[in-house]
């Protein structure tokens, strides 16, 4: 059985030791109180469930108000470095998720919560949480746990459970890593949700709405009122050649269907299906090969949802389920996949849409979709701005991810 991480850092060589989580407590483990929630300019804040799937610790902002009596805020007794665990989960896998108090203040906690309070002079309160995490201690927690309606586990089952624990100085060091990690998630998270509103703001300045003829906000030295067009008149609106599932393929040239679409616009990966070489080249001599600057639309479903082709490499699209707009010398692509995404648009697909069980836009809706064009070099200009918002939307997205890849390689190799 290992007794230390492959990666720590430098100067610390020791074992770990291995103790059950009573002998790091400096009380028993305890419920806190039945929710009685109070007013928002109440200064108790209720310690709820649900701030225990907060990636870092436990945020002060996102409590609610509690209205309890000096008694029992005195009772619950809750301090800076409590540890706090879920005792019930729909899921086994799910027991005992744990966070950690590092704010001080005037708190009581749920009672559907188990409280730890470690040894401060030997224990680190964030190591403890992120350990009580290790895949070893939560199938401790699991195998412990009974299960009816819901997973459940007790103070005793957990004091029971063991883990390893570096020295406290070691304990710190760890701690302050993975902080540091939590704070650049949360600093591109938070920088990444600033630029989607100031980017939805803009689209709901810089496109006509209410009648106008020009936008609110547009650039200097464009004065002219703009063209309401249908965008048939604009462009070519397509539609792919039928692809049969039991022609999809494991590789060859990629086939987008609305999911691809939809997953690309959010940022995600899903699974791919492709055609072969043969297929594309067959289809493709009927209905044309989609090319850079051309627009995919989603028909069904999440219906309006964009995709702009980003080259020339061959790519082939699903008949009904994507709409396929044709770059044209009459509109900037990023001007219109802009558009697409623009407040303006979709309230405009609600006045049309036929919706039931799902909701449908034809290849006919799309080419008389009214849409207003200002002269091409402002939808230029208008483009690339977007099209640069979008670049640094996908710069933070992308850093939140590779933080949040890195915090998981650690935390699978700096314990035990």
């Known amino acids: 059985m290992k007794k230390a991480p492959k990666i720590r850092f430098d100067g610390y060589t020791e074992d770990w030791e291995q103790c059950k989580l009573s002998a790091i407590i400096t009380e028993k483990l305890s419920n806190g109180v039945i929710n009685k929630f109070g007013t928002e300019d109440s200064n108790v804040k209720h310690i709820n469930v649900i ?68 040894d401060k002079s030997k224990y680190d309160p964030m190591f403890v949480k992120i350990n009580l995490g290790n895949r070893m201690i939560k199938m401790q927690f699991m195998m412990r746990s009974k299960t009816t309606a819901f997973t459940t586990i007790g103070q005793e089952d957990i004091s029971e459970c063991e883990g390893k624990f570096p020295c406290i100085e070691e304990q710190k060091k760890i701690s302050e890593y993975f902080q540091n990690i939590d704070h650049l998630i949360t600093l591109h998270q938070k920088e990444c949700e600033k630029m989607l509103d100031f980017k939805k703001y803009m689209l709901s300045k810089m496109f006509p709405q209410n009648g106008a003829k020009v936008p609110e906000i547009r650039f200097e030295d464009f004065t002219e009122d703009w063209e309401q067009r249908k965008l048939g008149e604009i462009t070519d609106i397509l539609s792919a050649s039928r692809v049969h599932k039991e022609e999809w393929k494991t590789e060859g040239v990629p086939f987008f269907r609305s999911s691809d679409v939809m997953a690309a616009f959010k940022g995600r990966s899903n699974d791919k299906v492709f055609i072969s070489q043969e297929l594309f080249e067959k289809l493709s001599a009927i209905s044309g090969k989609p090319q850079q600057g051309d627009i995919f639309i989603t028909g069904g479903g999440s219906i309006g949802t964009p995709y702009i082709v980003p080259n020339n490499e061959p790519l082939y699209s699903k008949d009904a389920d994507l709409i396929w707009v044709k770059k044209s010398e009459k509109h900037d692509p990023f001007y219109l996949y802009s558009y697409f995404v623009s407040p303006a648009f979709r309230e405009y697909l609600l006045s049309i849409s036929h919706v039931g069980t799902i909701a449908h836009y034809t290849i006919e809706q799309v080419k008389n979709t009214p849409i207003f064009f200002p002269h091409l070099d402002e939808q230029r200009k208008m483009g690339q701005y977007f099209k640069e918002l979008d670049h640094l939307i996908t710069l933070h997205q992308r850093k939140v991810e590779t933080y949040k890849k890195m915090k998981q390689y650690m935390l699978r190799n700096m314990f035990v």
């Open 51 to 118: 701030n225990m799937y907060t990636f870092d610790k436990i945020h002060i902002e996102d409590l609610a108000s509690s209205s309890y009596d000096e008694k029992t805020i005195q009772k619950c007794n809750v301090e800076v470095g409590d540890i706090f665990m879920t005792r019930s989960s729909l899921k086994p896998e799910g027991i005992a998720e744990a966070n950690v108090l590092l704010d001080s203040g005037r708190y009581v906690f749920d009672d559907h919560l188990i409280r730890m309070k470690v």
